[in-house]
């Protein structure tokens, strides 16, 4: 069974930094390109980053290029979300998802979620 | 960006109705769209790809249709279960972008 549990979530003052994890199971990680995609208090959902099997390309959305990055480790079949110079904006529900049927940006598969809250 | 506007934002229906929403895109994405399903507090759950094709253990009551601009997620006779909020979404360019969602409630 696919199983993606995202951590790290909480409260953090804007200018502020945090560092989001996602732990595959149940399927080969190494394999598979992935994503974060986050969703603002009753709002809808807004795809963040992408990243490749390797590890080796990044996609960003307008809204956190050069301030987010995302990684990989293979090894430990994790995935990670750098967040650095926090706004109010980026408070959301972070959810990550796996690329699927062979595209970048269809999300087969989503974790449960962590939640980020931006404020002072 | 290609924009994903989806009708109605919501709707109100009963257990065994049939229910349609549709999603329009702002330029051409051949048949490069999904439909996820997402119940209150709980992760979307992928149901649809490439317009019409159903994920693995989606009920065949689920069934989308459309390319080009314009889709379609029909469901055709509503379960309890059913009551949640649909997201079209798609998946053809760089940025992958979402419509805004239709809430589908208990009539």
């Known amino acids: 069974e696919v199983q993606l549990v995202e951590s790290g979530g909480g409260l953090v003052q804007p200018g502020g930094s945090l560092r989001l994890s996602c732990a595959a199971s149940?399927?080969?990680?190494?394999?598979?390109?992935m994503n974060w995609v986050r969703q603002a208090p009753g709002k809808g959902l807004e795809w963040v980053s992408y990243?490749?099997?390797?590890?080796?390309?990044?996609y960003y959305a307008d809204s956190v290029k050069g301030r987010f990055t995302v990684s990989r480790d293979n090894a430990k079949n994790s995935l990670y979300l750098q967040m650095n110079s926090l706004r109010a904006e980026d408070t959301a529900v972070y959810y990550c998802?796996?690329?699927?049927?062979?595209?970048?940006?269809?999300?087969?598969?989503w974790g449960q979620g962590t939640l980020v809250t931006v404020s002072s | 960006d290609i924009q994903m506007t989806q009708s109605p934002s919501s709707l109100s229906a009963s257990v065994g109705d049939r229910v349609t929403i549709t999603c329009r895109a702002s330029?051409?994405?051949?048949?490069?769209l999904a439909w996820h399903q997402q119940k209150p507090e709980k992760a979307p759950k992928s149901l649809i790809y490439?317009?019409?094709s159903l994920e693995s253990g989606v009920p065949s009551r689920f069934s989308g249709s459309g390319s080009g601009t314009d889709f379609t997620l029909t469901i055709s006779s509503l379960q309890p279960e059913d009551f949640a909020t649909y997201y079209c979404?798609?998946?053809?360019?760089?940025?992958?972008?979402f419509g805004g969602g239709t809430k589908v409630e208990i009539k």
């Open positions: 998802a796996r690329a699927g049927r062979r595209s970048l940006y269809y999300f087969d598969y």
């Open positions: 149940g399927f080969t990680f190494s394999s598979c390109e």
């Open positions: 990243i490749s099997s390797s590890g080796s390309t990044m």
């Open positions: 330029q051409g994405i051949s048949s490069w």
């Open positions: 490439a317009a019409s």
């Open positions: 979404q798609q998946y053809n360019s760089y940025p992958p972008t």
